[in-house]
Antibody
Framework: EVQLVESGGDLVQPGGSLRLSCAASGFRFIDHWMHWVRQAPGKGLVWVSR????????SYADSVKGRFTTSRDTARDTVYLQMSSLRVEDTAVYYC?????????????WGPGTLVTVSA | QSALTQPPSASGSPGQSVTISCTGTSSDVGGYNFVSWYQQHPGKAPKLMIYEVNKRPSGVPDRFSGSKSGNTASLTVSGLQAEDEADYYCSSYAGGNNLGVFGGGTKLTVL
């Protein structure tokens, strides 16, 4: 059974840092692109970042470029989202989602999400 | 990338059909057959309902169907049931190794 479980969400002050983790199981991790998608309270889904299957290529939303970094650890079957210089507007539930073998594949499995709250 | 355009709300009575539109540009929806639709119930993670415009993952009822014409994709839910009440989001591939783009979401109400 495919499972994705995010962790690391917390309350953090503006300007602070946080690292989210997404532990994957039930599938061959190295074959899949992985994505981070966030949802601010009462708002829609927004792509944050994605990383290709071998970790050699990443893309970021303009709103987080230069502040967030996505990486993956194939030994631990885990993908990370390192967030720095956090802003109030980064407050959201962050979802990890499995992609396919290519960037145009859909996100067929999602984790339950982890809440990041940025507030003084 | 700008968000795809969806109506904020849609509704129908049990047993009826409802169609939700998703309008993009030739750089996303119109340029590729990689449109997906996700269902999200309150407090839950999104669930993939349609991919590649009109394909259904295993386990998704055939009451859900997708189509596309030009820069607009559509999701049709036939034989509406109470459990279909949820938010629906479209998404599209946007070329190369870019991030995809989501629509703003449509809240479907079953009357």
């Amino acid at each position: 059974e495919v499972q994705l479980v995010e962790s690391g969400g917390d309350l953090v002050q503006p300007g602070g840092s946080l690292r989210l983790s997404c532990a994957a199981s039930g599938f061959r991790f190295i074959d899949h692109w992985m994505h981070w998608v966030r949802q601010a309270p009462g708002k829609g889904l927004v792509w944050v970042s994605r990383i290709n299957s071998d970790g050699s290529d990443t893309s970021y939303a303009d709103s987080v470029k230069g502040r967030f970094t996505t990486s993956r650890d194939t030994a631990r079957d885990t993908v990370y989202l390192q967030m720095s210089s956090l802003r109030v507007e980064d407050t959201a539930v962050y979802y990890c989602a499995r992609g396919g073998h290519y960037n145009n594949d859909p996100n067929d499995y999602w984790g339950p999400g982890t809440l990041v709250t940025v507030s003084a | 990338q700008s968000a795809l355009t969806q109506p904020p709300s849609a509704s129908g009575s049990p047993g009826q059909s409802v169609t939700i539109s998703c309008t993009g540009t030739s750089s996303d929806v119109g340029g590729y057959n990689f449109v997906s639709w996700y269902q999200q119930h309150p407090g839950k993670a999104p669930k993939l309902m349609i991919y590649e415009v009109n394909k259904r993952p295993s386990g998704v009822p055939d009451r859900f169907s997708g189509s596309k014409s030009g820069n607009t994709a559509s999701l049709t839910v036939s034989g509406l049931q109470a459990e279909d009440e949820a938010d629906y989001y479209c998404s599209s591939y946007a070329g190369g190794n870019n991030l995809g783009v989501f629509g703003g979401g449509t809240k479907l109400t079953v009357l």
